[in-house]
Structures are given as C-alpha cells and as structure tokens.
C-alpha cells in the first residue's frame, strides 16, 4: 500500500488511528512509569547534582582564581606607577600636566600596562589629571567616587564595564586606588584598572563545563538506562513465567541460579510454587480418595438392591438386605461427617466456641463413655496420672480428638492383656508451658515406616483393614481421617500431635495445647 492510499484511507476512515494512538500512550506511560526509567531518572538526578556542583565549584574557584591573579598584578603595577610619578612627576605637576611632557609620562609608563588597562591620575577634587586606556573621564571619576565611598579604601573597586574592546567579559574592571602625594602637599590619587577576566578565559570555562556536564548527563542517562534494564531483566523473566504458570501447570520454576536480592527472590517465588503444587495435589488426592471411599458403599448398597428386587424374596432376605443396605449408608454418614469436620477445620469455621477447659475432665468424661466398648472387647481402659491441665478449647472438639486417639486404641488393641492408658498434665517445653494429653496402648504397634504419614488424609497402615465394621459405636469406622482429624483439631489450637510407636510393644499419641493462663 503505498503512502498515499494510507493517508486517503485514514482520512476516509478517521477513527482507525484511534487504537494504535492509544496503544502508542499506553506503552508511554508504562515506560514513563517503568521502575527503569524511574531509576534511571533518580540516577541522573543525583549525578546531575554532584557534576553541576563540581562544575560549578570549578567555575567560581577559576573566577576567584584570576580575579586574585588580576587584583596582585594591579598592585604590584600601581606601586610601581606611584613610585614612578612620585620621582619624576613634579615639574610635571607645576606645569600642571599640560603639554607634550605629560603625554610622554603617559607613553613611558605603557610597557608596565597592558592594552585594556585604565590609568588615571585623580586630584585631590576630583578632576581627572591625567588618563590612559579606553575609559572615559567619566567613568574614571564614577570609579573614583565609589573609592571614596567605599568603607575600606585599601580594597579593590569593581566597576562594571561588560565589553570593553571585547576584553572585559562579564567580570568587569577591577580598579585599586593608590594615593600619591607630592611637593607641596598636592594630593592625588593613582587609578589603575583592569579587566578581572583579561584574557576572556571564564566564559570559555563555562561554555566546556555546560557542554562537559550535558554529555555527561546524556551518557548517564543512556548507561544508566542500560544498567536498570539489566537488573531489571530477572524481573521480566520472573514476570513471564508467572503469567505462563497456570492452575494446572504448577510444574513450572524459575530456577534463576542468582545469588543476589533477585535470585532470592526467584527461589521464594518457587518454593511458593512448590507449597502450593503440594497442596493442589493434595487436594486433588484428597478429593480422589473421597470419591473412592464413598463408590465402595455405593456399589454395595446397589448390589443389595438389585438382589433384593430381583424376583420375589422371603421376609428374611428383605431384612437382611436393607441390613446391609442401613449400615453402608451408616458408614457412609460417618464419612460424611468426618469429611465435613475436615473442611470445616480447614476453612477454620469449626474452632467452636473456645472456653477454658481441663483436659484431664475430659480424659475422665470419655473413659466413661468408652468403658463399656472396651469391656465388650475385653479390654482395660485405665486413667493413669490425670494433672489439672487447662486449655481454650471448644468441648465438643476436645471430646471428639480424644475419643478418635481411644478409639484407636480400643480398636487396634486385642488380647487379655490388652489395656489402653489415658494420662494428661502439665510440662514446660520449648520455653512455654504446654497441657498435654496421652493416650498409651500395648497393641500391635505401628511399623517405623508408617508413622510419617499416619496423619495424612485416607491413610491407613493396612488398608485391608480399612472396612472392618465398626469396633466402638463411634463415628470413626476405619477411613484413614480419623488421626488427620485428631491433627487439625491439635494445630488449630497452635498445638501439636505427635506419635511413638514399638512394634508388639505399643502405641502413644500425645497431644500438646497451650496451657490456659
Ligand atoms: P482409621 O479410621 O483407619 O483408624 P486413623 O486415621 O484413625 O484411621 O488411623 C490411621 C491408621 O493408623 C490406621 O489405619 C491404623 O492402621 C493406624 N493406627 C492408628 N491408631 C493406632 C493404634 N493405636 N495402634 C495401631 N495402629 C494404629
């Protein structure tokens, strides 16, 4: 398409720059407020502070510098012209300095000056005897009567005269004021004066630092830029792969390798990729094993139905069917009602109504309640040591973790010998003081290899045993929650659970709240 068919097809449609215009902005103002460019801005601020003060500095001290080399020749100079008048002036001064012979004073005395320096010699009233240089009388007397006026006639007299044959710059003249007396006692004053800036230096020192000082701020601004864009580069790469990383691809790591601020960074990023692609898959497991406990029940139960239904049945056959039918559906409720418990604890809506509760109470509340199951089973349910232990708790969920650690104890136990010991107390650990809570078995044990994951969700050290019916009438029917239960319900409190087990010796859960104060 070629320039012209473009312009004609913009005009014939006008609002077609629009987006591109826009965008154009929009890319601007992500520039303008790119961490980049804003560091490259304070960069340059700061290094533009630092040179315009040393230029700056360079400048008046260079200024101080001939206006001190000026004011020492015109001393040195004007104490020799007052010397030199003062020997060889007077016949001079009684013909009153007319005539060729003050000209020829004035022509003697020149090598000592230069070509932009004014001489003058002032009487005592002020008329202006004799000059040399570009000055007028005028200003020779307008410098004279600022001497005058001046509140230390030792110092120097700055006059302003910016272009003096082209000589004097913006600096001026600089005048010093020697008194020369004579025969007589006729008093006159010795004006010489000079450019402070003779040779035009100061304006060609300003003009190379401005020129010195903006290159400088163009270099640090373009390498500047680039060192903000290099630093900033982990950060786009961070950037790109946050936006590629989705919900089902959590797989994805940054993997920087730096050892700087944005290394760590990176590395903080990914084990937070790491913690949440643990707990994604944990879910997922979660929600999988759900499905899976519940399908068994299910399949039962239409099993039983569909025998039931097939042709006709005797009374017997109707009740032993809906049996099964009404303890499937039990167990299923149990389940539901752990799964629920745990999604509660994990949404942390089921911490209940906190009060202040003595753990051994509750020992002795659900050794009561559980004695019966545990002589059905011909087993010892004991209390050992039972301290006043207070903790903020809700009951109900105190109740419920303890009867789960009983229940297991009950269940896993078998033999005469066979007893399960609840103890609870006080211990001062880890710089606290903690209730605990312990519940002891001389069952089976647990084999080492299990005991990490005994607390996951589902898990079960002989998941064959996972259907076995119901030991205790408890909710708990062997579906691997009943110790996450116990382990959510600990943490949610800021306690602990912990496990120790011996294979035919024995299993102890001990539970640790912090102590009510
Ligand atoms: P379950 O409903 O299967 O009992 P839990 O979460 O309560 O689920 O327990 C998980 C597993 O830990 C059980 O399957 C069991 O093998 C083991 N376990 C728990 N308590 C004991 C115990 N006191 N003695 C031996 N094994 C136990």
Not at 18 to 25: K, L
Not at 272 to 294: G, K, P, V, Y
Not at 362 to 376: F, H, K, M, N
Request: proline share 4%; with cysteine.
């Amino acid at each position: 398409m070629t320039a012209l068919s473009q312009v004609a097809e913009q005009s014939a449609n006008p609002g077609s720059g629009t987006p591109s215009a826009s965008r154009d902005s929009g890319t601007l103002r992500r520039f303008v407020r790119s961490v980049r460019f804003r560091l490259t801005l304070w960069f340059v601020a700061i290094l533009a502070l630092i040179v315009g003060a040393f230029c700056l500095f360079i400048y008046f001290r260079q200024v101080q510098v001939t206006r001190e080399q000026t004011l020492s020749r015109l001393e040195a100079q004007s104490g020799l012209l007052a010397n030199f008048y003062r020997a060889s002036v007077h016949s001079a001064l009684e013909e009153g300095f007319e005539g060729s012979e003050s000209d020829a004073l004035v022509t003697q005395n020149q090598p000592l000056l230069q070509v932009s320096d004014a001489l003058a010699l002032v009487g005592a009233d002020g008329q202006v005897l004799q000059h040399s240089g570009n000055l007028s009388i005028e200003d020779l007397a307008a410098v004279r009567s600022a001497w005058l006026e001046a509140p230390d006639p030792t110092m120097p007299i700055d006059y302003p005269l910016p272009q003096i044959d082209g000589a004097a710059g913006s600096q001026g003249y600089l005048f010093v004021v020697t008194p020369v007396e004579f025969e007589r006692g006729i008093q006159t004053d010795l004006l010489l004066g000079g450019p402070v800036d003779p040779g035009g230096q100061l304006p060609r020192l300003a003009l190379t630092l401005g020129l010195v000082y903006t290159l400088t701020l163009l270099v640090a601004f373009g390498g500047g830029y680039w060192l903000a864009d290099r630093a900033m580069h982990p950060v786009q790469v961070i950037t790109g792969t946050a936006r590629e990383i989705g919900e089902r691809d959590l797989s994805r790591r940054l993997h920087l390798g730096r050892e700087d601020e944005l290394g760590r960074l990176a590395d903080t990023f990914d084990q937070m990729l790491d913690r949440l692609q643990r707990a994604f898959e944990r879910q997922r497991q979660f929600t999988a094993n759900a499905s899976h406990e519940l399908r068994t029940p299910l399949a039962v139960i239409e099993l039983e139905a569909d025998r039931a239904l097939e042709g006709s049945r005797t009374s017997d056959d109707y009740r032993a069917a809906l049996e099964v039918i009404r303890e499937e559906n039990e167990w299923m409720g149990g389940l539901v009602d752990q799964l629920l418990t745990l999604a509660r604890m994990d949404s942390g809506l089921a911490l209940g109504q906190p009060e202040r509760l003595d753990l051994a109470e509750i020992a002795v509340e659900v050794i009561d309640r559980l004695s019966p199951l545990a002589r059905d089973k011909d087993l010892s349910l004991m209390a050992g040591q039972l301290d006043e232990s207070p903790v903020l708790a809700d009951q109900t969920l105190m109740t419920h973790m303890l009867t789960n650690l009983v229940a297991n104890g009950l269940k896993y136990s078998t033999g005469d010998q066979a007893q399960v010991l609840v103890e609870a107390g006080i211990t001062q650990r880890l710089g606290r003081r903690w209730a605990w809570l312990r519940v002891a078995d001389n069952g089976p044990g647990i084999p080492a290899e299990h005991l990490p994951h005994l607390f996951d969700r589902f898990y079960r050290v002989d998941p064959a045993r996972g259907r076995i019916r119901r030991i205790v009438d408890l909710s708990d029917s062997g579906s691997g929650l009943g110790l996450a239960i116990v382990q959510s319900i600990a943490r949610s409190l800021n306690g602990e659970v912990e496990v120790q087990s011996q294979l035919g010796r024995g299993t102890t859960f001990t539970v640790w709240l912090p102590e009510a104060t």
